[in-house]
């Protein structure tokens, strides 16, 4: 169920697996129409849930071959595009991450004391200077920076486009406009016919929310995007972004960019404010506002982007669990399974969640299998009207801590801590 990354990168290997498997994949709309055709394209080797609070669980051993393993992703989702011939603007050249005052100065290094706890080395994540990290991205405020070669950048709608042919080449069946209305072991019903399987994978993210009895078991949050058109050379002169790092600072109620292919800068952040009951609603609604906001954010973090016109806007829905840890899960007996719960960041979980799926299905013992978000199962999000006032009174302190950090440039304890306190963040 679910034609995003998870749903295809897990047909994808079971595909190559077994050639003799039959595989149906069910989509409500068309292939890539979830977040998973609309994101930031970071594919990027970071986890939603901290290091400590999975090895609390699971030991340091476990977590750091789960971090291994996220590491790894990146090149095999560059190695599928090149085997598939899949032209997603595939490009592997880190990560950068600012800080623009004294309070996210102390972040920076705060996580920087965090990863190297972690076993993260000088190769895995640099200090940088003034003059290195505006060598990378030339952002006037920037006081400090943290460089990672972890992360890739992709055209995402072209890689789940693609991805979705080279499943068909290899014998899946796509239905697209074909809405799952219920779904049980053996069993799944939809609008134009059933389908009797004895082993169904639930991959809807944040839809997962839509369907009986799973409103809380995740909380979907909206993110907004900008595109700005083609950039001259002389501005792309003035921002010295070269080469396709990703980008961002430390800001609560954060952004994200890259420097596409074709020269223009993406640009995303937060959007439209959870809907109450967990409704998932056309992302795009109240766009106008959202594209006003990021493109203000986009000129007070790159001031030369100057009078580049914006052109394009959009939204998507993602799916987050309450303890922000993601999961696989299959259940031999019953032939049920999911994944997903990635948050922001399922552009190259997805991937390792479609090859841990492949595996658990195929039965075969692997060190996948074994990694420890494999059968996890988070605990529910709160009730009406609490999850709407909890999740209103997030937004509302992160943009509170963030603008008393801005002003006074130091850490907002009031803000910030109530921040942490009600997030878990
Ligand atoms: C604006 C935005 C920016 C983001 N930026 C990044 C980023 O830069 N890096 C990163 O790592 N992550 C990012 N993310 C998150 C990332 O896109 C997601 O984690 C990932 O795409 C999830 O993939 P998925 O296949 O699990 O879910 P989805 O892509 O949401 O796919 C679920 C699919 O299920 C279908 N579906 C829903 N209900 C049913 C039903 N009843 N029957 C059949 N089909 C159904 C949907 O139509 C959809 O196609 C971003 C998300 C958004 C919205």
């Not at 750091?64 to 599928?80: F, G, M, P």
């Not at 074709?262 to 056309?282: H, K, L, N, T």
């Amino acid at each position: 169920m679910g034609a995003g990354f998870t749903g295809l990168w897990t047909a994808y290997y079971l595909a190559r697996r077994d050639p003799g498997l039959r595989i149906v994949v069910l989509e409500a709309d068309v292939a890539g129409a979830g977040a998973s055709g609309r994101n930031g394209g970071w594919a990027s080797a970071i986890l939603p849930i901290g290091w400590g609070t999975v090895a609390r669980r699971h030991g340091r051993e476990a977590t750091l071959a789960w971090q291994a393993a996220l590491d790894a992703t990146l090149d095999e989702i560059e190695a599928v595009c090149r085997r598939e011939g899949i032209d997603a603007g595939f490009a592997k050249d880190g990560f950068l991450e600012v800080a623009t005052n004294d309070a996210q100065v102390i972040e920076l290094r705060h996580e920087l004391d965090i990863a190297r706890r972690w076993a993260r080395s000088e190769a895995d994540l640099r200090l940088l200077s003034v003059t290195e990290a505006r060598d990378l991205v030339n952002a006037p405020a920037t006081r400090a920076g943290l460089f990672t070669p972890h992360c890739a950048v992709v055209q995402p709608a072209r890689l789940v486009r693609g991805l979705a042919r080279a499943v068909e080449r290899l014998g899946v069946t796509i239905h697209e406009r074909t809405p799952v209305t219920s779904a049980v072991p053996g069993l799944v019903t939809t609008p134009a016919g059933d389908v009797r399987a004895p082993i169904v994978l639930l991959a809807v993210e944040a839809y997962v929310t839509q369907l009986a009895g799973r409103r809380t078991e995740r909380l979907p949050v909206y993110s907004t995007m900008i595109a700005t058109e083609p950039l001259p050379e002389a501005t792309w002169a003035g921002i010295g972004w070269d080469r396709r790092v990703t980008f961002k600072d430390f800001r609560r109620r954060l952004f994200y960019a890259q420097r596409t292919a074709d020269g223009r800068i993406a640009f995303g952040g937060r959007g439209a404010p959870y809907r109450f009951g967990s409704r998932v609603e056309d992302p795009v609604a109240g766009l106008e506002r959202w594209r006003t906001e990021l493109h203000q954010t986009l000129l007070s973090v790159l001031p030369q982007v100057g009078s580049a016109a914006i052109t394009h806007a959009w939204g998507g829905v993602l799916g987050v669990p309450r303890d922000w840890m993601p999961s696989v899960r299959f259940d031999p007996l019953s032939g049920f399974g999911a994944a997903g719960g990635y948050s922001g960041d399922g552009v190259a979980l997805s991937n390792l969640a479609g090859r841990t799926l492949a595996d658990l299905v195929g039965g075969g013992d692997s060190d996948l299998v074994r990694l420890p978000w494999v059968g996890h199962r988070s605990r529910h999000w709160e009730p009406e009207p609490l999850r709407w006032v909890g999740t209103a009174l997030g937004e509302r302190l992160a943009g509170l801590a963030d603008a008393a950090e801005a002003r006074t440039g130091r850490s907002s304890a009031i803000w910030g801590r109530a921040f942490t306190t009600l997030t878990g963040r």
